[in-house]
Structure formats: structure tokens, C-alpha cells
Nanobody, 120 residues
Framework: QVQLVESGGGLVQAGGSLRLSCTASGNIFRINTMGWYRQAPGKQRELVAAITRDGSTNYADSVKDRFTISRDNAKNIWYLQMNSLKPEDTAVYYC??????????????WGQGTQVTVSS
């Protein structure tokens, strides 16, 4: 079907930076929306950032001015550049995409998650 694979997570000290990548593969007609969510232990999963195929972006208030989402439509890859990281950014980060698998069949897909840990 469609598989999303995240990479780039790891351990970083407060104030540092990480870049996450998500690569989509499989039965893809067109990806319309791409995003990043995160879930901290004991917390609800939340939207971090999203981008549409035409480049429109949306960010959670907590990451505005620190994180940047971007995408390469031709390669089915999108990124989350995370700067000025804080301990409260620690979470499992999941990439997400809204995908037309055919011209009429639309479905939302999730990656497996990648751990981001920011030390205090």
C-alpha cells in the first residue's frame, strides 16, 4: 500500500537542532498534505507542523519560530527542521500524509515514529 518511514531522531542537548525526514513509498497517485505529529509519554498526540502540496504551512504555537516544515513533492519527502530545542520537545515524532492512492481513493497514513530526546 503506502509506507511512511521517519529518520533523523536522536538525543540532543537543549538549544540544539535536529532535522527529521519522512519518505513515502508505495501506491501513490498524489500526496496532498504532509505533516508531523508528536506524542510525549502520558500525553495526547498533537500536531506539530503541516504543509500542503502547494506549500501552505501550519504550526503549533509552541514551535512557531523554532521549527520549519518543508517538502520535496517530486521525491515524496518532507522534513522538519527543529532548532532551539527544549526538553519539552521530547516525544515520539510521527510523520503523516494524506494520500490519493488512485485519482479517487484518498487515505491518511502514518509512519512508525522516531524518538526525539532533548536533555535539560
Amino acid at each position: 500500500q503506502v509506507q511512511l518511514v521517519e529518520s533523523g531522531g536522536g538525543l540532543v542537548q537543549a538549544g540544539g537542532s535536529l532535522r527529521l525526514s519522512c519518505t513515502a513509498s508505495g501506491n501513490i497517485f498524489r500526496i496532498n498534505t504532509m505533516g508531523w505529529y508528536r506524542q510525549a509519554p502520558g500525553k495526547q498526540r498533537e500536531l506539530v507542523a503541516a504543509i500542503t502540496r502547494d506549500g501552505s504551512t501550519n504550526y503549533a504555537d509552541s514551535v512557531k519560530d523554532r521549527f520549519t516544515i518543508s517538502r520535496d513533492n517530486a521525491k515524496n519527502i518532507w522534513y522538519l527542521q527543529m532548532n532551539s530545542l527544549k526538553p519539552e520537545d521530547t516525544a515520539v515524532y510521527y510523520c503523516n500524509a494524506g494520500v490519493f492512492t488512485t485519482s479517487t481513493n484518498y487515505k491518511n497514513f502514518w509512519g512508525q515514529g522516531t524518538q526525539v530526546t532533548v536533555s535539560s
